[in-house]
């Protein structure tokens, strides 16, 4: 078959990817070191054994290029693993455009975003340990489904904080999370010490991610048989989502195509990082390709942001990271891509746009929508409201590329369905998604707040 008939690129499951990528082997300014809240000194392994599994934390500070995935996370991937590459001729043509669009679609997981790339390893380590409960914060609740399948799996308690405005918007994300065992709260919550004081100043708080993630880590910090378990910014889950870029790269090769642009969604980085991150030797010999990290302009933390020293979280609980950041007093408006509310971003993206060897854009809601709806009209897939983010850009740059006279092959993560975030069409279609920016004024006050390191 010729590669212009090729639409689904299905990798047979014994080429399914042995060892994740990392890209700390491969950076040409190493990672500024994680600092410890207090002391403000670099990080020590033991300094994060309270909250993460010992195999996590190696993972997090490991140099070595290639690490292998143990068997038994391999032969669990094999349910959704090797996830499919499609062509896009159906929005290819709608944009009456000679370039070559792929997707890589992370939605066939049984939770149906990429997020079980990387919630399915973090438990399987804490079960090896003998942990017994986990906690973390979600916000439009694609993680939080996803560690507490992960755990129904593994036999381990999943406590689950998510942010209260999406636990609104998006009320069947936690009876997905209910159906798989895990308990799930709005944050802010009345059961941790930082819930209550942040309810205290405002009852009606929307929560934020960083709000949540001070909930989850307070939660593990006081159990001898918890830990805590994120889902996006740090190296290991990073590390994780590289299976994403890894068999993205053998099916290009199949259909005999290596791609001009490689796009995707930026929340804390993860998915981003999955499908770039394998592509980042190729750019240090000198490749001409374009790195693109997409964020909403409502929280445009690498566009708008400084990149410093801060805590992930609201608490000042969590480690400082070297990263990008709006500030972590930050709160950004409720809009509906929830899972890219964050302030910060992950270190490794955030030292490779700083490096130059990634770029970002930022985009409004309508836009996104806009693209998502073209996208479900022509593709069929309604895709995730954080995923869109990706297909707006991708659907910028094939018309950029028609204006140009150009041919170009893009590839975009399509990091999950939006089955569940129909509520979020609806105010679409019914006309009332507001485009909202981030006031400078109130970015200035949140990094007024940075911590002096
Ligand atoms: C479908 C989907 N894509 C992307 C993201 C953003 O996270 P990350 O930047 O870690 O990929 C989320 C987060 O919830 C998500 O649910």
């Not at 890589?104 to 340990?129: D, M």
């Amino acid at each position: 078959m010729s590669r212009e008939q090729l639409t689904k690129i299905i990798l047979p499951e014994e080429k399914l990817p042995k060892f994740w990528y990392n890209v700390q082997a491969d950076m040409p300014t190493p990672l500024s070191p994680g600092l410890n809240p207090h002391s403000k000194q670099p990080l020590a392994p033991a300094d994060l054994e309270p909250l993460f599994a010992r195999e996590l934390i190696m993972q997090e500070v490991s140099t070595e290029r290639y690490i292998e995935i143990p068997r038994e996370v391999r032969e669990i991937y094999k349910k959704w693993r090797p996830s499919p590459l499609f062509r896009a001729h159906g929005l290819e043509k709608a944009l009456d455009t000679s370039c070559h669009i792929y997707y890589k679609y992370e939605g066939v997981s049984p939770v149906g975003s990429h997020k079980l790339n990387s919630a399915l390893p973090q438990v399987f380590y804490n079960k090896a340990q003998g942990i017994k409960r986990l906690t973390t914060e979600t916000g439009a609740g694609q993680w939080g489904t996803a560690l507490s399948l992960a755990c129904k799996m593994y036999d381990i308690e999943a406590m689950v904080y998510m942010v209260k405005v999406s636990y609104y918007q998006k009320p069947y994300r936690r009876v997905a999370m209910e159906v798989y065992g895990a308990k799930c709260v709005p944050s802010p919550s009345p059961l941790t010490e930082s819930g209550r004081k942040a309810l205290a100043q405002n009852p009606d708080m929307p929560g934020t991610l960083g709000l949540a993630i001070s909930e989850a880590v307070e939660d593990a910090a006081g159990r001898e048989d918890t830990n805590y378990s994120l889902g996006s910014v740090l190296n290991h889950v990073c590390l994780h989502q590289s299976i994403i870029g890894q068999e993205a790269r053998l099916q290009l090769e199949m259909a005999d195509e290596y791609p001009d642009i490689v796009i995707g969604c930026c929340g804390g980085g993860s998915n981003f990082a999955g499908i770039a991150f394998p592509f980042i030797p190729d750019k240090l010999k000198g490749g001409q390709l374009r790195l693109i990290a997409v964020e909403p302009a409502a929280c445009p933390t690498l566009t708008r942001g400084v990149f410093a020293y801060d805590y992930g979280d609201v608490a000042g609980f969590t480690p400082l990271l070297k990263m990008y950041t709006l500030g972590s007093s930050f709160s950004p408006p409720g809009i509906h891509a929830g899972g890219l509310r964050y302030h910060g971003e992950s270190p490794l993206v955030s030292q490779l746009y700083h490096d130059g060897l990634i770029e970002a854009v930022a985009v409004y809601q309508n836009g996104v929508f806009q693209a998502a709806q073209l996208f479900a009209r022509t593709e069929g897939i309604i895709p995730a409201p954080e995923s869109s983010h990706a297909i707006r850009v991708t659907i910028d740059e094939a018309l950029k590329a028609r204006e140009q006279g150009v041919q170009r092959t893009i590839v975009f993560n399509l990091s999950g369905h939006g089955n569940l975030d129909l509520g979020a069409y609806d105010n679409f279609l019914a006309g009332i998604t507001e485009d909202v920016d981030f006031p400078e004024e109130e970015l200035q006050k949140s990094l007024s707040n940075l911590p002096q390191v």
